[in-house]
């Protein structure tokens, strides 16, 4: 027994200090396979006693499961860019529907592992999700070994990666039980800053892992073999370190109620401009380097290959903290117009520089494309439960504040869900774009349209009628 798993204080009657707080209540009950009764993040007795210590090596462990599943997220997007040098030759219609599938299936995934944590328990459910990476981690390695595996098996394994993008939404609805409010913002951060950085790293160690003792040629097996390890680490440290708590209760009917809220619907638009964004340019992103600067898809260092491509999610992820943080202050509804602003002048920028076949100039633009989405994603998320708090219709009617709470951590769950459906239709209209046109152009015409949309949906319900329903400081 380690010595946070002690207990903290008296049983007794709570007494309420502030907004949520409480102090005294019953001591921590540990039971067996890491079951954790009487939590409550919100008693200052219990949270700085033992409590902080416990959240804090749960959210370390989350966080590596979680960056695991990013990984094998996003896998795909780097090893297709490698197929043709290992004997493939799919039409490139085939490889976007290989690029897009494991976002397709993660977001879908999203929805059902809401609610995986409170049926099976935080801390097994994080043992079994890491274990599920081991399918698309060995399958791809089984899939790329053989140039003659057919399409149909290379989309379903491909597919399979999605199990790591629903790991996110398990992962944060895990850690949201286990943080205060007036810290879980932070926690959820790390979390998701966490995660997001798995998508860089695959796309930075996957090139040097293919291309490292391989004599000039690729070993993709390896692009799956080498997550392996760390996978079996993942999964044994969460069964050894984490905990299952007994207060994390599922909310099906908060969900469904959340699903009645037009301002979920909202959110949610405004979620694939920005997240979307993030997670669909992150796996297109080594494709397009490949296409408009073939002499610059794989860089030679001694005998390993190293692509630039992993820079995309690298700064978007580093800037989505940063975007919350600056909504705290200014407000998140303003951030986001200024996201999506940036945004639209960016991929604007972008088109018309395309002519100067300047890879330099079209990496330096498409840096602060991912930026603008991460720092979109933080301003974005930052809004959704301080509108739920403030201004959905139960909010009007005089809900309780714990009402609205339960209404905003389920509006939080189905928004990230649905706003990574942009991992999807983003490589889905470059790939239609490319086959009516021939050029990748009418669908950044499409993005920029897009956002200017979103904009002007974000400025007209949560600028423009601020004075009206004090959503000001969104």
Known sequence: MT???TANAEPGLSTHLEAGTTVGGPAL?????????NWDAENRDQWETVGRSIARRNLNWSIFAEFLGFVVWQLWSIVVVQLPAAGFTFS???????ISMPSLVGATLRIPY???VPRFGGRNWTVVSA????????GLALCVSDPDTPFGVMLLVAGLAGFGGGNFASSMANI????????????????????NLGAAVAQLAVPVAITVLAAGTVNLPAAGLIWVPLILIAAFGAYKYMDNLSSAKGDVAGSLAALKEPHLWIMALLYIGTFGSFIGFAGVFPKLIKDYFPEFSSIGVGTVALSLAFLGPLVGSLARPYGGRTADRMGGARMTV???AAMALITLALIWTLPLRNFWLFLVLFLLLFTASGFGNGATY????VIFATSCRAARSGASTVATQRLASSALGLISAIGAYGGFVIPQVLNASNSASGSYTPAFYGFVGAYVLMLIVCWACYIRNASRNALGQV
């Not at 932070?186 to 995660?195: D, E």
Request: aromatic share 16%.
């Open 382 to 385: 930052r809004m959704i439960p």
């Open 131 to 138: 274990l599920l990476l081991l399918i698309p981690s060995i």
């Open 3 to 5: 010595a946070d798993r």
């Open 114 to 116: 809401t609610f995986m």
């Open 176 to 195: 949201t039980f286990f943080y205060p409010a007036r810290e879980k913002g932070w926690a959820l951060g790390l979390n998701a800053a966490g995660g």
């Open 29 to 37: 009950e540990y039971r067996p396979g890491r079951g954790v009764a």
């Open 338 to 340: 200024a996201a999506f």
């Open 92 to 98: 490139t219609s085939e490889i976007f529907w290989l």
